[in-house]
Every structure is written in structure tokens, then in C-alpha cells.
């Protein structure tokens, strides 16, 4: 590891820091191969922003200059020149609320994947220092940066705000693309033209930081955004917990994207010598539109991000919504059976296996008490585990380890470890006596680690955790933090999530686990560097999930998007969908099953070992391969169409879905992208319908066909279509 320290003053020659990251005198410049942010640091001065977009050659670089009317601090302080909107904001012990920022030192630094600059900023007149780095992958067009905040006098300060990052984005047709919903709805894409104001992104559950609002955006900076073409800048904010993003737009000729961690009653206290680090906001910038930008987020993820990105995932069936809390032996055995019959790779026994004094027979207890209930289940997990391996498949298990019911065992020992307002009534969410655990507790820290521990060293055959959280923290209060500190519940809660999700890490490398939060609660990265893929709903219907994966993919790879293939009528809509059409949606994601196969028709169960034999043949180009998101479900065109294209252009996956269901509206011809024009594809349908084979089927066309006129569609209004007709390609070069 290479290590350069380099004080300003000493700047007079021209450095070469790194391959990324460039000094020269006070100009500072960070690329990747596509992108650059320039940076000015001139000693005894503000870091200033000067640019950030596309990868800048050296001499545009050198010769760049910020073209706001106004200079730009990169992280603005409050309180000195700064009064307005500000990245951090301080109350020293003096009762001083401001902060004087300058340019202290810079220094380079280098690991396998990227180059980082750190420049330390130290207030004029206090012991305050703040850390601003950046760090450019090599591999991947993707910046992340976060600040460590330090306190270097003898006394405490007060964080009232305390940002990762800001950025600037000059004025113009500026458009945002970002998430929102609400359970069973998550997801949901929004896009809007930037105006006067401050667009404000937040989400304050405490737990589940992805129902509402994702902290995730693109900027789409040539107008109305576009999936192929314009230049679009992506910020991710890679945290677990309660967080804001906030655009401001007001008399300046830039945008300012203010992201971090949300202060609002969770100010910080650094004692003498204390510091604090924030999350990274990941910045991408990409001129091939919106697809671009989520390719960007998609390789950075698979390759840094994401807990096994380069990991094939298990094709599963989950019990829930075949069984719901009816877990009992033969019942997963059958399914075990049924699963393993279809090609499947993996059985997921969910909710309601435990409880010894209070057995789990509905969600209104024994959260917390993480034993089997005999009763339900008299060979126990290993049992299970038995079944999976003579199945041929593997096993995996549903825990919610964060959380207790007030009818409990674990309750009755430790009423201290929720969360709750002191000498208040116990606020109770789901099933009337759910309640939070104080992950700011280590004890309770060792508990919820002790779960997984358990588990896991008891039946190291398990090879799947459903990790689910279904409350929000809806009492601020912990009995382990002192008064003076308990502001700093929800941020201490996220820093114990973490800290035992490093230990379960460093300890079970090789479990794959599922982040659930009431569906999509926890559809973030600042939870996927440990876990493997999250839940996108719970609502499964196909044609919701369309719009939901849609909106996900923005900054999801497919490999995170757990998709299952349900039963109608669907358990939350109640819409009644062909098994086709069902089948093709869940095809684009991870796929696995959510429904009771005893159930099915013969006809199903066929139709599904097709498929998951076809999944298999894709799940490479699915999982691993380029998005190009084709026609939007959202424009209104009656249908929806994205594609998948192996890195190299060998092979490619194109989906089609018919998604409304009026005579006389016709679909357009959907053009696909991302293919190389002079190469020749075989086309080959998969989970083909029975007797409507495809014209083209087996035929070959040229990329350059494929992508200037693409094939036409059949569709029908058959009574098995129900309108909902779908066809999924594979495109195999010759
Ligand atoms: C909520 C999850 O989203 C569901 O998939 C299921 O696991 C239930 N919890 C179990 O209680």
C-alpha cells in the first residue's frame, strides 16, 4: 500500500499522486475512466469545487476554471460567509456556533481497487478538524466520498449537521429521477424538473431506510430524462439509517446536493480526541442517459459493493405465501420435494418456526425467542436441514433479530433492551406487541449476533438467512445511552447494526443472506456491503412488480432483486395473471417462487421447470450483464421492455411485457440496444407459451437490425393472456 503525504506548502512542484488522483500545485484532480472532479486546495484556504463530470484530459484539467458566478466551497461549514444551506454545522463548548474551514494538508493513498484523496480541513480558530476523501475505483465509474470529523480540543462539541458530501450542478434543464412508495408500492420511479426550492429527500423510519424515499438519485443534466442518450449524474448514499438528500435551487447558478446522514433530534457530541465517520455518497456521471448511469451503479455494485456480486444466486422457493405461520414438518418436506422437482436450488423456511413458552403461531409473539418449537417441527432445524440435502437443494431459514414481542421470553428477561422513551407507555407495532431492540447496546449487540452465531454453529448446513425487520423506532429513547447523549439513538442503532453485521461477516464469509424489511425496506447500500440481495416487495403481483423493478433497476443490478413467481388470485392486489406472464417478470430478477406448489396444475409446475432450466441458461447475462431499459412502463405505451447483454455482446436477454389491455392501442416496435451492430443473433424464446410459437424463432438478424428496427411482438386478447402477454429472448451471437 502506497502511502504519499503531501503538505500544501510544499506543493511548488508537480505531483503525480496516483494513477486517479492527480496534485498539481493547488489544482487536485480525481478521475475514473470516464469521470473527473476537480477540486482547488490552496493551504490556509476553503477547498473549493470546480468541476465534476466527464473524464477531463490533464490540460483541461489544468486549465478548467469554476464557472459559477460565486466560488464554491466543496464542503460548505456553517456560520462564517456561510449561513445558508451548509454540509456541517457545530456547536463548540464555548457556545460558538461557527465554523472557519481551511485547507490544512493533502494526502494520497492507494488500495487493490481504487485511489483515495484525503484533504484535512482545520478550522482557523478551534481544535476542529474535518477529513473530506474521495475515493476513485479503477475499475468502475464511481467516486465515493465521506468526511471523518475530528475534535481536537479538550472540550466537547455539538454536531448539529454532518453531511458526507455536497456537490454542485449548474443551472439548467436539470431533472431528477428518484424513488419513493411505501409497502407493497416500493420503488416507484419519479421524475421531475428541478426548480426553485429545496427538494427535499428523506427518510426517518430509524430501522428501514427504503420503503418511502431511496436514497438514491439521478440528474438527468440535457432535459427530460432519457434511457440511452444525455449525460446523467447518480449519487447513491450508502447508509443504513435515517438520511436526507436535499437539492437546493435558489438565486445561485448551480444546484447544490446536500446528502448525509438526517440530523433532525439526532445530534452528535464528540468528547476530546473523539471523531466521527459519514457515510459514502457514491457519485457516478455517465452521457449514455439514465441506462448508463444504473450501469455505472450496477458494475460498481456487483464488484464493491455488494455482498458476493460475483456470485451466481440460488434459484429459491419461500414458504410465506404458500403457508404463511402453518411451518410444520411434513409441509417443508413436501415443499423441499416440490422445489427440488422443478430445478430449483434452495428451500427458505420463513416466519413462524420458533417459540418455545410462546409459540410463534401468529405475529403477535415470540420475537426474540429464537428456539424451535417442537411442536411444529420434532427433528428441529437440523431435521430440515437432512430433508434439503436428500432433496438435492439447500436451506436457508427466516429470522428477525433486531426485534421482540412484549410476549416473550426474551422480554420478560430484558425489558431494558428496547428502544422506548423512559417512564413512557411501550409503543407496540406490528401484532400489537412488536417492540425495537437498542442495537446501540452492545449486549444487545452480542444477542442479535449471537442469533446467527447460533444458528450457524449448530446447523452449519444452513445456507440462507431471510434477515427481515418489520417496526420502525417509534419512541426515542434507549436505557443504555445517558441523558446527554440520547440524541444519538438512531445513529448509535446503525452504527451496532453494522458492527454486527462485520462480526457475522468476518465469521460466516459464505452465507448468503437476504435483507427483508416488510418487503423493500432495506433496499440500500448501506446494508448490501453484508448482504446478498433484498426482498423487493411483498407485494408479488406482476404487473406492480413491473413498475417497482423498473424504478429499482435505476440503481440495482439484478442480482439484488429478489423476484418470485406467486399465485393468483396475487395475495395483496388480488389481480389474476397468466402463469406466463408471471413467470416472465420474475425472469428478470432473481428468480425463486412464492406460493404453495401442492397447489399448482400440472401444466404449472411443467411451465415452471421450464423456466427455472432457462433461467439457468441466462442467469449469467441476467445477473452479471449490461441493462438497457428499452420502453418505460411509466411512458404510457402500453407495454414495458428492458434487455440484458453479456459484457463481451455474445449474448443478450430481452423481455417484453404487454402491460394494458385496450383493443386498438398499438404497442411500439421496441428497438433493442446494446448489441454489437456487425454480429449476428439467434433468436430463442424462452418459457415458451404452448402453441404460439414466434415467427422469428431460431432465425438470426444482425445487431444492427435488432437495435435500428427490432422484431415485432405477437399479442393477442386470448382469454389465457388476459391481455397480459409477455415473450422473453435469448439472443445468442453466432
Ligand atoms: C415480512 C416479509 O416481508 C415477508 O416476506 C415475510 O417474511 C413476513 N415478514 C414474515 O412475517
Known amino acids: 500500500m502506497k502511502k504519499i503525504i503531501v503538505s500544501i506548502l510544499s506543493l511548488a512542484l508537480t505531483l503525480c499522486a496516483s494513477a486517479q488522483v492527480k496534485v498539481s500545485d493547488d489544482r487536485i484532480s480525481v478521475n475514473t475512466g470516464g469521470m473527473s472532479l476537480i477540486l482547488n486546495a490552496r493551504q490556509g484556504q476553503p477547498l473549493r469545487f470546480v468541476y465534476f463530470g466527464a473524464r477531463l484530459s490533464d490540460a483541461d484539467a489544468e486549465a478548467i476554471q469554476f464557472s459559477g458566478s460565486r466560488p464554491m466551497n466543496a464542503y460548505p461549514s456553517y456560520g462564517q460567509g456561510e449561513i445558508r444551506e451548509d454540509a456541517i454545522a457545530v456547536t463548540h463548548a464555548d457556545g460558538n456556533m461557527s465554523l472557519d474551514l481551511a485547507v490544512e494538508s493533502v494526502a494520497t493513498d492507494s488500495t487493490k481497487d481504487a485511489d483515495i484523496l484525503a484533504v484535512t480541513l482545520k478550522d482557523k480558530v478551534y481544535d476542529f478538524r474535518v477529513k473530506v476523501f474521495y475515493k476513485a475505483f479503477r475499475d468502475v465509474d464511481m467516486i465515493e466520498t465521506w468526511t471523518e470529523i475530528f475534535n481536537d480540543a479538550k472540550k466537547p462539541v455539538v454536531l448539529r449537521k454532518f453531511d458526507s458530501a455536497f456537490l454542485p450542478v449548474r443551472v439548467g434543464d436539470v431533472w431528477v429521477s428518484h424513488l419513493y412508495g411505501t409497502w407493497a408500492n416500493e420503488g416507484r420511479l419519479v421524475e421531475e424538473p428541478l426548480n426553485r426550492g429545496i427538494l427535499r429527500i428523506e427518510n426517518k423510519d430509524g430501522v428501514r431506510n427504503a420503503h418511502t424515499s431511496h436514497a438514491e438519485i439521478m440528474l438527468s443534466l ?86 458476493h456480486g460475483d456470485k451466481e444466486r440460488m434459484i429459491l422457493l419461500n414458504s410465506w405465501e404458500g403457508v404463511y405461520f402453518d411451518i410444520n414438518e411434513p409441509g417443508m418436506d413436501q415443499m423441499m420435494a416440490d422445489i427440488a422437482g422443478m430445478g430449483g436450488e434452495l428451500f427458505v423456511m420463513d416466519d413462524g418456526w420458533f417459540g418455545d413458552k410462546y409459540p410463534r403461531l401468529n405475529d403477535t409473539s415470540s420475537l426474540g425467542d429464537w428456539v424451535v418449537d417442537k411442536n411444529k417441527l420434532p427433528n428441529g432445524i437440523q431435521g430440515l436441514v437432512d430433508a434439503a440435502t436428500r432433496h438435492g437443494i439447500k436451506f436457508g431459514i427466516w429470522i428477525e433479530p433486531e426485534m421482540a414481542n412484549t410476549v416473550s421470553e426474551l422480554y420478560e428477561k430484558h425489558p431494558d433492551w428496547i428502544i422506548n422513551a423512559a417512564g413512557r407507555d411501550v409503543v407496540k407495532g406490528r401484532g400489537g406487541s412488536q417492540v425495537v431492540l437498542d442495537l446501540g447496546n452492545p449486549a444487545v449487540q452480542d444477542y442479535v449476533f449471537g442469533i446467527v452465531d447460533g444458528l450457524m454453529t449448530n446447523y452449519p448446513g444452513i445456507a440462507y ?49 437476504q435483507a427483508c424489511a416488510s418487503g423493500g425496506g432495506r433496499a440500500s447500500y448501506g446494508v448490501l456491503p453484508w448482504f446478498d440481495e433484498f426482498w423487493v416487495s411483498d407485494n408479488t403481483d406482476a404487473l406492480q412488480r413491473i413498475y417497482m423493478q423498473w424504478g429499482t433497476s435505476y440503481f440495482f443490478p439484478a442480482i439484488t432483486m429478489a423476484s418470485h413467481i406467486s399465485a393468483v388470485p396475487n395475495h395483496t392486489v388480488h389481480r389474476v395473471t397468466p402463469i406466463k406472464f408471471r413467470i416472465d417478470v ?52 402500453g407495454i414495458a421492455s428492458l434487455m440484458y447483454c453479456s459484457k463481451d455482446k455474445s449474448e443478450a436477454v430481452f423481455y417484453w411485457w404487454r402491460i394494458d389491455n385496450l383493443y386498438d392501442n398499438h404497442p411500439p416496435r421496441v428497438k433493442m440496444a446494446g448489441l454489437d451492430p456487425d454480429r449476428m443473433y439467434k433468436v430463442v424464446e424462452l418459457d415458451k407459451a404452448p402453441g404460439r410459437p414466434l415467427s422469428f424463432e431460431g432465425k438470426s438478424f444482425s445487431g444492427s437490425f435488432l437495435m435500428n428496427n427490432g422484431l415485432e411482438m405477437p399479442f393477442g386478447f386470448s382469454d389465457d393472456m388476459m391481455g397480459y402477454s409477455s415473450r422473453v429472448l435469448h439472443l445468442i451471437a453466432d
Open 586 to 637: 420474475a425472469m428478470s430478477g432473481r428468480l425463486g417462487m412464492e406460493l404453495q406448489p401442492k397447489d399448482m396444475t400440472e401444466a404449472e409446475i411443467a411451465q415452471c421447470r421450464q423456466a427455472i432450466a432457462d433461467y439457468k441458461s441466462v442467469r449469467p447475462v441476467v445477473q452479471f450483464g449490461d441493462i438497457y431499459r428499452l420502453v418505460s412502463p411509466y411512458d404510457g405505451l
Open 222 to 307: 440535457d432535459g427530460k430524462p432519457s434511457e440511452n442518450t444525455g449525460a446523467v449524474i447518480g449519487a447513491a448514499l450508502c447508509y443504513s439509517g435515517n438520511y436526507h438528500l436535499d437539492l437546493v435551487t435558489n438565486d445561485s447558478d448551480y444546484h447544490r446536493l446536500f446528502a448525509g446522514i438526517s440530523a433532525d433530534n439526532s445530534s452528535l457530541t464528540l468528547g476530546k480526541g473523539e471523531s466521527f465517520r459519514t457515510p459514502e455518497l457514491a457519485l457516478t456521471y455517465s452521457d449514455e442517459g439514465l441506462s448508463g448511469a444504473s450501469r455505472n451503479f450496477h458494475n460498481w455494485a456487483r464488484a464493491h459493493k455488494i455482498m
Open 465 to 513: 438467512i431471510k434477515w427481515d425487520a418489520n417496526m420502525s423506532v417509534s419512541s426515542h429513547g434507549s436505557s443504555y445511552l445517558p441523558a446527554d447523549r440520547q440524541s444519538e439513538l438512531n445513529i448509535r442503532y446503525h452504527q451496532g447494526f453494522a458492527s454486527v453485521c462485520d462480526r457475522i461477516r468476518a465469521k460466516y464469509p459464505d452465507l448468503v443472506i
